[in-house]
C-alpha cells in the first residue's frame, strides 16, 4: 500500500541543462560566455526556467 | 558590515539580488554550505562569551563580528561537497556553521527557527485563519473513514502533499490534484493524507513580502485549472494591487511566524476573494520580477544592505 498521495504523483520536469551560463567566483554570480552576468539576459533565465516555482534544489521544496 | 548569502553556485535568483547588492556598493560573501569543509572553511573562538571568528571561500574572508545581515537562500546540504560525505560530517559541519552563525548580531530573512515552523502546512492554514485570511476547509488524516466524508461533504476536494515534493530518484511531482469522485479513500491509512475544499478559482495570486514591501501578481486561470505552478495557460503574470485588508493580514502573519520573506499563494475566486493556500518562506521570486517587472530582487537587496538591530 501507497500512500493516496502517491496516487496523484507524475514524473517531474527533469532539471534543464544549464550550459549558457557559469559561475564566476570574482563576480559571485553566474555570467555568459562573454562575461556579462546571466541574470542581464532575462529571455535566457524565462527560457531556461530556473527562477520558476517548480525549479527547486534537491534541498528545497517549498518554492 | 558584510551580507552573507547562503546559496548554492547555481541559483541564479540569487544572482539577481547579488547584481543588485554590488549595484548598491553592498559588500557580500556568497557561500555554500555544501562546500563546508573543502572550498568553504570556518574558524571561530569563544572567548570571554562570546564567539569570534570568520568564514571563508573563493579567497574571500568575513568576520563573524562584520555580518550585517543573512540570507537563507538555496544552501546546499552541509559538506555535501566533501572529499568523505557522510551523514555524520554534515550533522558535524552543519552545526559548527549555523551555531557559530546564530551566535552573531546579524539580520536573519529567515530565521532559521522561524524559517522551519513556517514550513509545517497545517500550522500555516491556522496562522493564517488568525491572521485574517480566508481559509479552505482542510483536513489531514490516515482514517480512509474521515478522508470519504470530509470528500462526500465538499464534494470537490484536492490532494496535496503536506510537505512538499518526495525526495529520490526518478525525481516525481505532486501537483495539488482534484480527486475524482468515487475515489477509494482505503490507501489514507498508508501515510498521512491532506486534503482541501476545491477554490473554483479565476486566478492565481502569488504575493511576495520582503520585510515590509509587498509585490503582487495575477495570473488568470483556466476554467478547472488546479495548479497555477503546472500546465502552460497561455497567461502571464501581471502586477495587481493589493487590498489594504489583504496588506494587514500579510503584516499580522509575517509578524504572527516571525518571518522577514515570505511568498504567498492564493486563489481568487469569481467575487474576487483571496483565498490563502500557503505561504512559503523560501519561494522562488525571480519568474515574478521577469514577467512583471516587480523590482523584488532589489527589495531583497535593500533589506539585506539596512543597516539595523539584529531582528
Redesign the interface.
Known amino acids: 500500500m501507497k500512500p493516496f498521495a502517491w496516487n496523484y504523483a507524475r514524473p517531474a520536469e527533469l532539471a534543464p541543462v544549464i550550459d549558457q551560463y557559469s559561475y564566476d567566483s570574482t563576480l559571485q554570480l553566474n555570467v555568459l560566455p562573454d562575461g556579462r552576468p546571466a541574470v542581464s539576459d532575462r529571455t535566457l533565465l524565462a527560457a531556461v526556467g530556473t527562477t520558476t516555482s517548480t525549479a527547486g534544489s534537491a534541498t528545497h521544496f517549498d518554492d | 558590515m558584510t551580507v552573507l548569502i547562503l546559496t548554492?553556485?547555481?541559483?541564479?535568483?540569487?544572482?539577481?539580488v547579488?547584481?543588485q547588492l554590488?549595484r548598491r556598493g553592498v559588500p557580500?560573501?556568497?557561500f555554500d554550505p555544501a562546500d563546508l569543509p573543502g572550498e568553504g572553511a570556518l574558524s571561530a573562538e569563544y572567548v570571554r562569551g562570546e564567539f569570534r571568528g570568520y568564514l571563508s571561500t573563493?579567497?574571500r574572508v568575513v568576520s563573524m563580528d562584520g555580518l550585517r545581515s543573512i540570507w537563507v537562500r538555496?544552501?546546499?546540504?552541509p559538506a555535501a561537497h566533501a572529499a568523505e560525505p557522510s551523514e555524520w560530517l554534515t550533522a558535524e559541519s552543519g552545526q559548527a556553521l549555523y551555531g557559530v552563525l546564530e551566535c552573531t548580531g546579524a539580520r536573519w530573512m529567515n530565521e532559521r527557527d522561524a524559517a522551519a515552523k513556517a514550513?509545517l502546512k497545517p500550522w500555516q492554514l491556522r496562522l493564517a485563519h488568525h491572521s485574517g485570511f480566508p481559509v479552505p476547509a482542510t483536513v489531514v488524516t490516515t482514517y480512509p473513514r474521515v478522508?470519504r466524508q470530509f470528500a462526500e461533504q465538499y464534494r470537490h476536494v484536492v490532494?496535496?502533499?503536506?510537505?512538499?515534493?518526495?525526495?529520490g530518484e526518478?525525481?516525481?511531482?505532486?501537483?495539488t490534484?482534484l480527486v475524482p469522485p468515487d475515489t477509494d479513500?482505503?490507501?489514507?491509512?498508508?501515510?498521512?493524507?491532506?486534503l482541501q475544499r476545491y477554490i473554483a478559482k479565476r486566478a492565481d495570486i502569488?504575493l511576495t513580502a520582503v520585510g515590509d514591501r509587498l509585490f503582487a501578481a495575477r495570473k488568470p486561470a483556466e476554467p478547472g485549472q488546479v495548479d497555477g505552478?503546472?500546465g502552460d495557460t497561455g497567461h502571464t503574470w501581471e502586477p495587481v494591487e493589493v487590498q489594504p485588508r489583504v496588506e494587514r493580514s500579510v503584516a499580522l502573519y509575517r509578524k504572527l511566524a516571525g518571518l522577514a520573506y515570505g511568498?504567498f499563494d492564493f486563489a481568487e475566486d469569481s467575487e474576487g476573494t483571496w483565498w490563502f493556500l500557503e505561504c512559503?518562506?523560501?519561494?522562488?521570486?525571480?519568474?515574478i520580477?521577469?514577467?512583471t517587472g516587480q523590482p523584488i530582487a532589489d527589495a531583497v537587496a535593500e533589506w539585506l544592505g539596512a543597516p539595523g538591530e539584529c531582528a
Do not use: I, W
Open positions: 548554492c553556485e547555481q541559483d541564479v535568483t540569487a544572482d539577481m547579488v547584481a554590488h557580500l560573501v556568497r573563493g579567497g538555496r544552501p546546499g546540504e514550513r478522508a490532494v496535496k502533499a503536506v510537505s512538499g515534493k518526495p525526495p526518478p525525481p516525481m511531482a505532486l501537483p490534484t479513500f482505503s490507501d489514507v491509512a498508508a501515510g498521512p493524507t491532506l502569488r505552478r503546472y511568498a512559503n518562506q523560501g519561494g522562488q521570486f525571480g519568474f520580477e521577469l514577467e
